[in-house]
């Protein structure tokens, strides 16, 4: 009898240690790209704990933002999900659907800077900071040797390399304004630290020293102005993987883009490619996008937030440092690893050094325009639009979004 209640005894021990062990936490992203990407980095993760099932469950990049709300209303939110900075995860870390992370150990592997983006106003971290993407011109380096144009170091060089290639029959810039985000992001975004002046000329639009009708918010959207006739004859209907596959396949010479795209043009056949800054009109002194993209947060309402814990402070270890790297090239860890992480791949180092000797600042829209109605983020896209199509003026385009911002924005 004692022999059989030993064996029912260990029975329902080895029942409770696989239940424990069986424990499975989903992962929301905005990035429907990173599938084979994140294979690999759960594949790392399980080396370490294999007790713990990660599914990677991405949703279409517009619709992100709006169905992650909805999934954390009903109950039905993954367990840990990409958290974007500034504004809109405030709100989200307020509605109560964020788990406070400040005074987690892993949070210690962050400075003070890196932790800001994913910060409520009264300090408390809602997102662990991951990653950070870079933002340039990528050039199909044959197509500059055939037509013998030096990588530009100006703004009038950029503009006088893209009138060539015009008259040489190659579309100079591959972007189009289908997908509005590009534009908004790739375009407008990349180009913003320039002209209105660093990370301190945006914190004077948002403080009101400046008015958001500046004569520099002006400049960006001239700067715009300036590439439209060298973008894609019928860039209306142009979509953004219609135009890296236009860029990959030779037929323009040049896209305003992310360092996330890097593993797509890896894989492009006989394409020989590089990446260099956005330059600054000659005078300017140039300003680099190095923007803090991805956080990770963790659902309060999970049942299993000890596992989403587990993971989270993998993520952050020497060996999650190195297995993001490894894996999600073009996006760069934001955090502090015990020595420095090697990186081979020649653009992703040309992606870096773009960040050397100037100074750098996150997207144009991410930190205070993005919670109003309408969003300061629509309004660049509306008004970049407009621009390009000569429904506008730059300065008008100026006003014009300084109004509706004032319909809600509080200096």
């Known amino acids: 009898m004692k022999r059989a209640r030993l064996i029912l005894s260990v029975a329902m021990a080895l029942v409770l240690v ?54 954390l209303e009903s109950g039905t939110g993954p367990d840990v999900f990409y958290a974007r900075s500034g504004d809109v995860g405030k709100t989200l870390f307020k509605d109560g659907f964020m788990f406070d992370l400040s005074a987690e150990p892993f949070m210690s592997k962050f400075d003070a800077a890196s932790k800001f983006f994913w910060q409520s106003d009264d300090g408390r971290s809602f997102g662990m900071p991951l990653f950070a993407i870079s933002q340039g011109i990528y050039y199909n380096v044959k197509l500059f040797r055939d037509y013998k144009i030096a990588i530009p170091q100006t703004w009038e060089e950029l503009l006088a390399a893209a009138k060539t290639l015009k008259s040489k029959g190659v579309i100079p810039f591959a972007n189009g304004t289908k997908d509005e985000w590009d534009i908004n992001e790739v375009l407008f975004q990349t180009l913003a630290p320039t002209y209105v002046g660093g990370a301190a000329g945006r914190k004077a639009l948002e403080s009101g020293a400046k008015k958001w009708n500046d004569a520099s918010v002006a400049a960006v959207f001239s700067a715009v102005k300036d590439l439209s006739p060298y973008l894609p004859r019928g860039y209306a209907a142009v979509d953004y993987n219609s135009s890296k596959v236009m860029f990959q396949l030779g ?107 100037v100074e750098t600042d996150v997207r144009f829209s991410w930190t205070r325009l993005n919670t109003g109605n309408p969003s300061g983020y629509d309004l660049i896209t509306a008004n970049t639009i407009a621009v390009l199509g000569g429904k506008k003026t730059p300065k008008q385009a100026a006003d014009d979004f300084a109004a509706d911002l004032a319909k809600w924005y509080v200096y």
């Open 251 to 357: 037929k323009a010479a040049m896209m305003f883009d992310g360092s996330w795209t890097i593993p797509e043009h890896m894989k492009a056949a006989g394409l020989e490619y590089g990446v260099f800054a956005a330059p600054a009109p000659k005078g300017m002194k140039r300003a680099q996008v190095f923007h803090a993209d991805t956080g990770i947060a963790i659902n309060p309402k999970s049942k299993n937030v000890a596992a989403a814990k587990t993971f989270v402070a993998w993520l952050v270890s020497d060996a999650g440092i190195a297995s993001v790297a490894e894996n999600f090239t073009g996006f760069f860890p934001m955090a502090k690893a015990s020595k420095a992480i090697p990186f081979s791949n020649p653009v992703v180092k040309s992606f870096l050094a773009m960040n050397d000797g």
């Open 18 to 71: 696989a239940g424990a062990a069986a424990q499975t936490i989903t992962v929301g992203s905005w990035r429907t790209d990173d599938v084979a990407q994140w294979k690999g980095l759960i594949a790392d993760f399980n080396k370490s704990y294999p007790g713990i099932e990660v599914r990677f469950d991405p949703t279409n990049p517009p619709d992100y933002n709006a169905t992650l709300r909805l999934q």
